[in-house]
């Protein structure tokens, strides 16, 4: 028997074996069904195709490697926190996000909403120029325009008055941001790091496993967060600007800034890959009479994996009156919008405001195609008129607001490291119901005939996008 036919013989049953090897492997590690059984066809119709291209597209590398990579501790007192404050009416709304963290409520001080850059970075800069111990900096996108040189000068300041200045910025950010601030921080000698840097050598693209969180930690008194990233981008004053982004922030005073602060130093620590730490030890003492209660949520594709996605469908699951959502990408997974529809079906006003042009194009298309479940159901969708609007809010009935840098898709909720925080307040959530009221006065209803009635290409384009949306 020559080699050639040798091979004609071993090669079936070769191909056999790893097709169904691939085939366990899909069967097994799944979570949608729809998805294993996809796999399992392409591995057995394809006998050699199929298992490579399960290798490269099927195999989820991306939680091992953020359990594998982010291993940083930094171990806190855990007191402070009140599964039940005195007086108070949450539950059971507040026993939903203590389950998924593992902690009570941490009392708040103060809330301010800022709208946009003309609100929010006048409040940051004064801050920061206030500073007399600390100024911790955490962003996304952190452009080199005439706002970016503000805060670049206020953080000069505040180094060279003593102040201890730490930025984090996230190493995909800084390249889709206008113009890399890196070499401009490292130039004027502010303490910085990169959050998963991207690098040749080593080879690290690093194009999932974002850190999408926005913070900004003055002293033990003030901590800035929300959707809102640095750049001339988000001054929505700015009418000759194509790129202008309405959105909100938010300052907050109180303990929950230590919480806050902590994050950002777990974040630090790891992008430093500092070991032997020492325990993070809260300054801000827990008020009993706080005029409001809340919750850090972490999450992340390490161990964090899936909390807000979990907290959200818990949340709106517990609603009676109302579920408010403000979004900029909309693409929830199946669990999370049998949560909407479950709350439209006991009566729960559910209503759903996005933008009607979007940033990112692609994100835009695959959410149209998702639309029509949710129409469907009769879920009132408004879109907001251009400019486009970064706000990222859910309400529910009225004394809860869920806050912080997550969009509703998987990006957000499954590769990215994003912040959320619970407020629980009526005058709060009544401030952001007013809010979002605004908006939707502007906006217009999306109707089931504006979404049937799309050409036939757009429809196919529409959905080609909605299958790539996880990683859009």
Request: glycine content about 6%; aromatic content about 8%.
């Amino acid at each position: 028997m020559n080699t050639t036919t040798a091979l004609l013989w071993i090669a079936p049953p070769v191909l056999l074996v790893i097709s169904l090897l691939a085939s366990a492997h899909a069967l097994l590690n799944k979570r949608d069904s729809r998805a294993a059984f996809g796999w399992i066809a392409v591995c057995m119709s394809l006998p050699l195709g199929g298992p490579i291209l399960y290798l490269i597209f099927g195999i989820n590398r991306v939680n091992a490697t953020a359990r594998r990579h982010y291993v940083t501790k930094l171990p806190k007192d855990a007191a402070g926190t009140v599964p039940t404050p005195t007086g108070t009416r949450y539950r059971p709304l507040s026993l939903v996000g203590e389950n998924v963290v593992g902690k009570g409520l941490t009392s708040c001080d103060e809330v301010l909403v800022l709208e946009n850059g003309e609100a929010l970075y006048p409040a940051m800069l004064e801050a920061i120029g206030q500073a007399q111990h600390k100024v911790l900096l955490c962003t996304y996108l952190f452009d080199k325009d005439a706002t970016g040189a503000l805060f670049i000068d206020a953080l000069c300041a505040a180094r060279d008055r003593g102040v201890e200045v730490k930025i984090i910025i996230d190493g995909m950010g800084e390249w889709l941001s206008a113009g890399r601030i890196g070499p401009v921080l490292k130039k004027c000698g502010l303490e910085f790091t990169r959050f998963n840097p991207v690098t040749l050598y080593p080879p690290a693209l690093n194009l999932n496993l974002r850190s999408h969180r926005k913070l900004l930690i003055i002293d033990n008194d003030f901590a800035f967060t929300g959707g809102s990233n640095i750049g001339d981008r988000h001054l929505a004053g700015r009418s000759d600007s194509p790129h202008r982004v309405l959105d909100i922030h938010f300052r907050l005073r109180g303990r929950i800034v230590d919480e806050l602060e902590w994050a950002f130093r777990r974040d630090w620590h790891y992008c430093r890959e500092t070991r032997d730490l020492r325990p993070f030890t809260h300054t801000n003492p827990p008020r009993p009479d706080a005029a409001v209660w809340s919750r850090l949520v972490l999450d992340g594709p390490n161990k964090a994996l899936d909390r807000l996605n979990d907290l959200m469908i818990g949340v709106i699951s517990a609603a009676q009156q109302r579920v408010w959502i403000m979004t900029p990408y909309f693409l929830p997974q199946l669990d999370l919008i049998g949560a909407l529809i479950g709350a439209r079906l006991r009566g729960v006003d559910v209503q759903i405001l996005l933008p009607g042009e979007n940033n990112i194009k692609p994100a835009h298309w695959a959410s149209r195609n998702i639309l029509r479940q949710v129409l469907a159901n009769n879920i009132p969708i408004h879109y907001q008129p251009p400019p486009f609007i970064h706000s990222k809010l859910l309400l529910i009935d009225s004394q809860y607001s869920l806050i912080g840098s997550a969009n509703m898709d998987p990006r957000s909720l499954r590769l990215n490291y994003e912040l959320g925080v619970e407020l629980f307040s009526v005058p709060v959530n009544a401030q952001l119901a007013t809010y979002f009221e605004g908006r939707k006065a502007l906006s217009h209803p999306v109707t089931q005939d504006e979404i049937s009635k799309r050409p036939l290409l757009e429809q196919l384009r529409d959905s080609l996008a909605w299958l790539f949306s996880p990683y859009l």
